[in-house]
């Protein structure tokens, strides 16, 4: 079953609109980015969610000690890094991590080998490359670069997925997961129907992959 983590939230309406509408994991974007958020208003959201509900704290090249310090303040369940960070990194946060991968080309699929359950990473996750970007730009990439990395790991694809286009990706690369930012916004903003329905669209994916392995 394909999970989903909606991430880039910054209130507790939006957040508590993405546990509604049925999202596994959300995440909090702590790094410079329109979607930026304090350790202090992630802490006070987190401390009003439901159980069973797991939160991820985004993170780009920065200094270990502020990652763990804020995983720890925070109580998140997971971090992800999103830039440069080494497998030797990694074993050093305190938390299970998510390595993002930014794709530009299939060659870029080669980095995941680097990253393993040893080095405290959990999954990988599969976002587009846009220069100057670090996440979040609603731009895909030709997803047939994660069909052979999904059988080999535990996958969360990223980038430009959206209500209209999730069902499709799901069918092509079988992830473990995928992460939605702006594909659920308007105007900028969480929308509480395109994050239903999108958790919609992901649940139907789920049972129509179900109903044709048996």
């Known amino acids: 079953m394909?999970?989903?983590?909606?991430?880039?939230?910054?209130?507790?309406?939006?957040?508590?609109?993405?546990?509604?509408?049925?999202?596994?994991?959300?995440?909090?974007?702590?790094?410079?980015?329109?979607?930026?958020?304090?350790?202090?208003?992630?802490?006070?959201?987190?401390?009003?969610l439901p159980p069973y509900v797991t939160t991820t704290g985004v993170f780009?090249?920065?200094?270990?000690?502020?990652?763990?310090?804020?995983a720890a303040y925070c109580h998140l369940d997971l971090v992800q890094l999103h830039g440069q960070e080494?497998?030797?990194?990694?074993?050093?946060?305190?938390r299970p991590v998510v390595k993002t991968i930014s794709i530009r080309s299939e060659d870029d699929l080669s980095q995941i080998d680097a990253y393993t359950h040893e080095n405290n990473v959990r999954a990988i996750l599969l976002d587009t490359h846009v220069d100057g970007a670090t996440g979040g730009t609603g731009q895909p990439f030709p997803w047939k670069f994660a069909v052979g990395a999904s059988e080999k790991r535990a996958i969360i694809l990223a980038g430009g997925l959206h209500v209209g286009n999730v069902a499709r990706a799901i069918e092509q690369v079988r992830p473990y997961a995928v992460d939605v930012s702006s594909g659920v916004e308007t105007e900028g903003v969480k929308d509480r129907y395109k994050m239903r329905k999108f958790v919609q669209e992901v649940h139907s994916a789920n049972l129509e992959a179900h109903l044709v392995s048996d």
């Open 60 to 70: 780009v090249n920065e200094e270990l000690h502020i990652v763990n310090d804020i």
């Open 86 to 94: 080494s497998p030797q990194y990694c074993e050093q946060v305190i």
């Open 2 to 48: 394909v999970r989903v983590k909606i991430c880039g939230l910054t209130t507790i309406e939006a957040a508590l609109a993405a546990v509604d509408a049925g999202a596994d994991s959300i995440g909090f974007v702590f790094t410079s980015s329109k979607r930026e958020m304090t350790p202090e208003n992630a802490k006070r959201i987190i401390q009003l």
